[in-house]
């Protein structure tokens, strides 16, 4: 059973950083395409961004490129998310979460949660203005 576990979320002030981690296990961590997705309260679940099963690729959101890094160690079976110079807007759930499928292609177009098998419980992230 896959199971994914986010962590380091919390409260930050605006212009601050926090870096997220996601353990996961029960899939063989290397051969899937990583992504984190969030949601605010009264939103629908937005793309963040995703790193190829190799950490070769990465690709994000327009609204925090520039500022958040995905990156990933298949050795330790986690991906992360390296989130600086936060701003109020990226207060949200952070859910890490597995594609389907194994040894996935970059991405030409920003991926969309149902791209996505296995999800963990997710991480709050709250910036103060």
């Known amino acids: 059973q896959v199971q994914l576990v986010e962590s380091g979320g919390g409260l930050v002030q605006a212009g601050g950083s926090l870096r997220l981690s996601c353990a996961a296990s029960g899939l063989i961590f290397s051969r899937h395409t990583m992504g984190w997705f969030r949601q605010a309260p009264g939103k629908e679940r937005e793309f963040v961004a995703t790193i190829t099963w190799s950490g070769s690729y990465t690709r994000y959101a327009d609204s925090v490129k520039g500022r958040f890094t995905i990156s990933r160690d298949n050795a330790k079976n986690t991906v992360y998310l390296q989130m600086n110079s936060l701003k109020s807007e990226d207060t949200a759930l952070y859910y890490c979460?597995?594609?389907?499928?194994?040894?996935?292609?970059?991405?030409?177009?920003?991926?969309?949660?149902?791209?996505?098998?296995?999800w963990g419980q997710g991480t709050q992230v709250t910036v103060s203005s």
């Open positions: 979460a597995a594609e389907f499928g194994e040894f996935g292609r970059p991405r030409f177009s920003n991926p969309v949660p149902g791209d996505f098998g296995s």
